[in-house]
């Protein structure tokens, strides 16, 4: 780099003013928190990252220096945010995975919400939730995604990573418009901000889950077909 286009001495001190800023903010916010997942703690950090990724470039240009710091996905990180300062319109885009952990359990949930809406009426209803395509479609049906994600146990499914995108746009899309691939097309430079949950950011787990059932528990419950009294009650009208 040129001598030219070198960062000035006052700009990596405003670059370093800067960390300590996010740093302070950053302690905040986890002093405040208010849950495992607090959105706050998020951008916090976020932007502690991104302040110390400028500092760490332009110490670099500068004085031909580096910091210990390391930014976790630095490589996949989004471009920097380039949409508008006041957004008329979001869309949130979410992802979450899980896996089938208990089969009979995920159908006796699905045949209940079936009893429950058609109570004892002949024919309606019936062999609706009695393979584990139908059980998903019955409960996804019933039940918000967001109350299947705070009760997915009860439904006996195992969670596993989740994303969500916030992204800007200056109008709302046209109804129906995105609806065929709704995740297609998306300018990463619009992202307002992103949260990501994943096994493989917790350096405490070591493939031991300790929330996991017992495997001796886990096939007792795969043999038992009466599992009245290992489930939560569902009141498929209260949702």
């Given at each position: 780099?040129?001598?030219?286009?070198?960062?000035t001495a006052a700009e990596v001190r405003?670059?370093?003013?800067?960390?300590?800023?996010?740093?302070?903010?950053?302690?905040?916010?986890?002093?405040?928190?208010?849950?495992?997942?607090?959105?706050?703690?998020?951008?916090?950090?976020?932007?502690?990252?991104?302040?110390?990724?400028?500092?760490?470039?332009?110490?670099?240009?500068?004085?031909?220096?580096?910091?210990?710091?390391?930014?976790?996905?630095?490589?996949?990180?989004?471009?920097?945010?380039?949409?508008?300062?006041?957004?008329?319109?979001?869309?949130?885009?979410?992802?979450?995975?899980?896996?089938?952990?208990?089969?009979?359990?995920?159908?006796?949930?699905?045949?209940?919400?079936?009893?429950?809406?058609?109570?004892?009426?002949?024919?309606?209803?019936?062999?609706?939730?009695?393979?584990?395509?139908?059980?998903?479609?019955?409960?996804?049906?019933?039940?918000?995604?967001?109350?299947?994600?705070?009760?997915?146990?009860?439904?006996?499914?195992?969670?596993?990573?989740?994303?969500?995108?916030?992204?800007?746009?200056?109008?709302?899309?046209?109804?129906?418009?995105?609806?065929?691939a709704p995740f297609e097309g998306v300018?990463?430079?619009?992202?307002?901000?992103?949260?990501?949950?994943?096994?493989?950011?917790?350096?405490?787990?070591?493939?031991?889950?300790?929330?996991?059932?017992?495997?001796?528990?886990?096939?007792?419950?795969?043999?038992?077909?009466?599992?009245?009294?290992?489930?939560?009650?569902?009141?498929?009208?209260?949702?």
């Amino acid at each position: 780099m040129s001598d030219a286009a070198q960062p000035t001495a006052a700009e990596v001190r405003a670059a370093a003013e800067a960390v300590k800023t996010a740093l302070d903010r950053h302690l905040a916010a986890v002093e405040r928190r208010s849950g495992e997942d607090d959105p706050a703690v998020y951008e916090a950090f976020n932007q502690l990252a991104a302040a110390a990724e400028v500092y760490d470039e332009l110490l670099y240009d500068r004085y031909d220096e580096v910091t210990p710091f390391e930014i976790p996905g630095t490589e996949d990180s989004l471009p920097p945010y380039a949409g508008p300062e006041e957004p008329n319109a979001i869309s949130v885009l979410i992802r979450r995975d899980y896996a089938v952990a208990e089969p009979p359990r995920l159908l006796a949930q699905a045949q209940r919400v079936q009893a429950a809406e058609y109570g004892d009426v002949p024919g309606v209803g019936e062999d609706t939730a009695g393979t584990i395509h139908e059980a998903l479609g019955v409960l996804f049906g019933e039940f918000e995604p967001d109350e299947i994600a705070s009760r997915h146990k009860e439904f006996g499914l195992e969670e596993g990573d989740s994303t969500l995108w916030v992204t800007a746009a200056e109008e709302p899309a046209e109804p129906g418009e995105w609806l065929e691939a709704p995740f297609e097309g998306v300018d990463p430079q619009l992202v307002v901000c992103r949260f990501d949950v994943s096994a493989v950011f917790d350096d405490e787990d070591d493939g031991d889950d300790g929330d996991d059932e017992d495997p001796e528990e886990a096939d007792a419950l795969e043999d038992d077909l009466d599992l009245d009294e290992d489930l939560e009650p569902l009141d498929a009208a209260d949702r």
